[in-house]
């Protein structure tokens, strides 16, 4: 099996890192629009891992369960893109969309459709960013809202060669700090792909 730290060196992961800046970037306007209000975002670290390893690299004291949304996209590379809060964060997130007054009760009948929707900005962003910069058609399924144990949304997999490309982020609404993640699901193979369109982008 393949070690994660050898499947894309600093360079390739400092380029990866940028592309998907790029499209965080454009998902950043479309939700400071959402929440009448400028979103901030920290600087995207970004790793690839082992998907066991990915609850203790997400969360210092991981949560029992997390919100988010899946968005599965195919093409000459394939995988899992997912946006993940905790729950916590994910009902801060939906408050500043939707509004501070509104009962609690009516804010979590209305997250699965708020987060969704945030999901689906800014998913499709970072995946039409690396479309657009390779020159490549992604297809994209129709997000899907996750609210499930953290430990069981990873667990599938781990014998085999998926690894997961996280990348770390927060976000910052009116001195709220609210962190989101965005990770990708893929097989060796399509990391593969990805590093080599990566290595041609940089002439190497």
Same mark, same amino acid.
């Given at each position: 099996?393949?070690?994660?730290?050898?499947?894309?060196?600093?360079?390739? +992961?400092?380029?990866?890192?940028?592309? &998907?800046?790029?499209?965080?970037?454009?998902? *950043?306007?479309? &939700?400071?629009?959402? $929440?009448?209000?400028?979103?901030?975002?920290?600087?995207?670290?970004?790793?690839?891992?082992?998907?066991? /390893?990915?609850?203790?690299? +997400?969360?210092?004291?991981?949560?029992?369960?997390?919100?988010? $949304?899946?968005?599965?996209?195919?093409?000459?590379? =394939?995988?899992?893109? %997912?946006?993940?809060?905790?729950?916590?964060?994910?009902? @801060?997130?939906?408050?500043?969309? %939707? #509004?501070? *007054?509104?009962?609690?009760? /009516? !804010? @979590?009948?209305?997250?699965?459709?708020?987060?969704?929707?945030?999901?689906?900005?800014? %998913?499709?962003?970072?995946? @039409? =960013? +690396?479309?657009?910069?390779? /020159?490549?058609?992604?297809?994209?399924?129709?997000?899907?809202? &996750?609210?499930?144990? !953290?430990?069981? +949304?990873?667990?599938?997999?781990? #014998?085999?060669?998926?690894?997961?490309?996280?990348?770390?982020?927060?976000?910052?609404?009116?001195? /709220?700090?609210? *962190?989101?993640?965005?990770?990708?699901?893929?097989?060796?193979?399509?990391?593969? *792909?990805?590093?080599?369109?990566?290595?041609?982008? !940089?002439?190497?």
């Amino acid at each position: 099996m393949n070690e994660p730290n050898a499947i894309l060196n600093e360079i390739q +992961l400092d380029a990866l890192g940028e592309l &998907l800046n790029i499209g965080m970037g454009a998902a *950043t306007a479309s &939700l400071s629009t959402m $929440v009448r209000r400028e979103v901030l975002l920290s600087i995207p670290v970004i790793s690839v891992l082992s998907q066991h /390893q990915v609850p203790n690299q +997400l969360y210092d004291k991981p949560p029992h369960t997390i919100s988010g $949304v899946r968005q599965s996209f195919s093409g000459e590379f =394939s995988g899992d893109a %997912l946006l993940l809060f905790s729950d916590e964060d994910s009902i @801060s997130l939906v408050k500043a969309v %939707l #509004g501070e *007054t509104l009962p609690l009760a /009516q !804010l @979590s009948e209305m997250e699965e459709e708020a987060i969704t929707e945030i999901g689906n900005i800014i %998913l499709n962003a970072c995946i @039409s =960013s +690396l479309a657009n910069v390779f /020159q490549e058609h992604l297809n994209s399924d129709t997000p899907e809202y &996750l609210h499930e144990e !953290l430990n069981d +949304l990873f667990a599938d997999g781990q #014998g085999d060669d998926s690894f997961v490309l996280l990348l770390k982020m927060s976000f910052q609404i009116s001195e /709220q700090d609210i *962190t989101g993640h965005v990770t990708f699901i893929m097989d060796i193979e399509s990391i593969t *792909t990805v590093k080599n369109k990566i290595n041609a982008m !940089l002439g190497i």
